[in-house]
């Protein structure tokens, strides 16, 4: 098939070839719909015809440099190609493609001329490339990896120890392992080598036994386990003792496009709810006539688009702002996650006890449930972006949230170009910069009408700048034990508050910086009143509920956009139709 190439807002023809490539998944008659991926669910297996059709579109392309063959240019064309992916098979998402995103990250990182473009060739073949960082003993822990890559007398690396939970490492070519190449503890002793599986025994027998799971079931996590194996030396994925900082500049790309991939779980999970609630006939009515019904439907409309705000923010400072986005890629993480799996459990009881059926036209949310659990712990854990977070809050204290250098002019604007992905620019501290969080009150000083027709925009807003104020005077006096894994709750719960001024900052920023928007719904600040209602302002509690003007708003735009067929983000495309598939 045909791929259009990227340009400024190029990136929806993309997303709408791969949209109609895949095809209409209600579609009985579709080999692709829901009835075959729930089937190759139920086998615990991942969906052989859809791997074949991203085969067909060439989705490894989309994770390769343009410099080496591929069209990955923008990050967030990336999220919004792999949001269709996502919409229909999370296991397809993360095991086809987002697993070898993750791998590959390092390598176009780190990585050697010589591993780049074999890498590139890898994806562009569509061959995947698996990435081995975890073992169950240490979880997030990587300072305490126990695999070891240490010189052995001949020169050459010996392997030792085991890797587990690894998605594909059987099914890939190539492997990126973190492992110990020093014995001495410190953030030097790690190192990340590329292992082309082409070395290893035939007869298969380092790899460990499949690890089920509940959710994701299709998706191939193993493990492997070495024994004195020998690997040449130049297989180290850039300089000794540096794995552990490649590793954490890597996660701030994927942490933040994971999470916004799974935002397409949601926007399939909202649509299935409402055909169900439409259909069911309760107290004689239609369930979805119901005012609870729909508010509950408008809250989780609202809290797609506050998730989709946030992260799309996010990913656009990855090119913009690279030195800030340690902050924001583990604020992401941490807020948008919660969200999302909150949201999906109150769908969840709107359904009653349909949302576990497995079979029937609706069954797709169970799995869709089940899947989305990860976003919550996988590649990441919550806890530990909260608790990479804590540390920096003094810092951030005194250095930004007084008040800092304006944004990049074009930093909101989605019709903006961006620059390449810069591999090269990311590090690993903020060292206490980031301008995000003090541009949300310069927007609102800068918007003097803001908030006439929805009062609270002005009102949350008003509020999250002033407990930026506030945070500042406390943080700024937090002693050091309060910023260890040992911290008390209450300073947890500053790191909470900080994220929520992230996340309305970032809002109010899309908001301002897409006025001359073609599309009259990002323009309109209806979408924004409601995003910032759901920003839960307590730590210990939920997100407040709409209010009425907004709720019958948001309800209303969320029938439109399932009636029409459009996507339910704020940048807005059609879904698939039922024509016949591009092959």
């Not at 109609?20 to 052989?48: K, S, V």
């Not at 007398?153 to 392997?159: A, F, H, M, S």
């Amino acid at each position: 098939m045909t791929i259009p190439t990227s340009g400024p807002r190029a990136f929806p023809h993309r997303a709408d070839a791969i949209e109609q490539h895949l095809g209409d998944p209600r579609d009985p008659g579709n080999p692709l719909g829901f009835r075959h991926i729930l089937a190759a669910d139920e086998r615990a297996e991942m969906f052989a015809d859809g791997e074949r059709a991203l085969d067909a579109y060439g989705l490894g392309a989309e994770f390769v440099p343009t410099q080496y063959g591929g069209r990955l240019t923008r990050l967030d064309e990336l999220v919004e190609i792999m949001r269709s992916v996502y919409r229909r098979d999370p296991c397809l998402g993360l095991g086809y493609g987002a697993s070898s995103f993750i791998a590959s990250v390092n390598v176009w990182t780190a990585g050697s001329e010589e591993q780049r473009r074999r890498v590139a060739d890898l994806l562009l073949r569509n061959r995947k490339v698996a990435v081995a960082y975890h073992e169950l003993a240490h979880g997030n822990d990587m300072v305490g990896t126990e695999f070891e890559a240490l010189p052995g007398p001949d020169g050459q690396l010996l392997l030792n120890g085991r890797k587990e939970v690894v998605t594909n490492i059987q099914r890939a070519d190539a492997v990126v392992l973190f492992a110990r190449t020093d014995r001495r503890p410190g953030s030097r002793s790690h190192s990340q080598l590329l292992l082309d599986k082409a070395w290893l025994p035939e007869d298969g027998r380092c790899y460990l036994p499949r690890f089920p799971t509940v959710g994701m079931r299709g998706v191939q996590l193993g493990g492997m386990e070495f024994k004195d194996f020998r690997l040449p030396a130049d297989t180290l994925l850039g300089q000794p003792g540096h794995g552990l900082e490649t590793a954490l500049r890597c996660f701030q790309i994927t942490r933040t496009t994971l999470v916004a991939m799974f935002t397409g779980i949601l926007d399939t999970a909202l649509r299935t709810a409402v055909r169900h609630l439409s259909s069911r006939t309760l107290y004689g009515r239609p369930a979805i006539d119901l005012p609870e019904v729909r508010s509950v439907l408008a809250a989780t409309y609202a809290d797609l688009l506050l998730c989709d705000a946030f992260s799309t923010v996010a990913t656009r400072a990855i090119h913009l702002v690279p030195a800030e986005t340690a902050i924001y890629s583990s604020a992401v993480k941490y807020f948008v996650s919660k969200v999302l799996m909150d949201a999906m459990h109150r769908l969840s009881t709107l359904l009653g006890s349909h949302f576990y059926v497995r079979e029937g036209e609706h069954a797709i949310f169970q799995k869709l449930l089940r899947d989305n659990q990860l976003a919550g712990f996988g590649h990441a854990a919550r806890a530990a972006c909260q608790m990479s977070l804590l540390p920096q809050l003094p810092l951030l204290a005194r250095r930004s949230w007084q008040g800092a250098e304006p944004l990049p002019e074009d930093f909101f604007r989605l019709d903006a170009e961006l620059p390449p992905v810069p591999f090269d620019r990311l590090v690993v501290s903020a060292s206490g910069r980031e301008r995000l969080s003090s541009s949300l009150a310069a927007n609102l000083a800068a918007q003097p009408g803001l908030g006439a027709a929805f009062p609270g925009i002005r009102a949350i807003g008003g509020e999250l700048a002033e407990d930026l104020r506030r945070l500042a005077d406390e943080c700024a006096s937090l002693p050091p034990t309060e910023l260890t894994v040992a911290a008390g709750s209450a300073s947890y719960d500053l790191t909470h508050r900080y994220v929520n001024v992230l996340a309305g900052a970032a809002c109010v920023g899309l908001w301002r910086g897409n006025q001359q928007d073609r599309d009259p719904f990002i323009v309109d600040p209806a979408w924004l009143a409601s995003a910032l209602a759901r920003i839960p302002l307590r730590p210990d509690g939920p997100p407040a509920r709409l209010p009425d003007a907004l709720e019958r708003l948001m309800f209303d735009e969320l029938m439109k956009c399932h009636e029409s067929d459009t996507s339910l983000g704020l940048v807005r495309r059609g879904l698939a139709d039922r024509t016949p598939r591009e092959n």
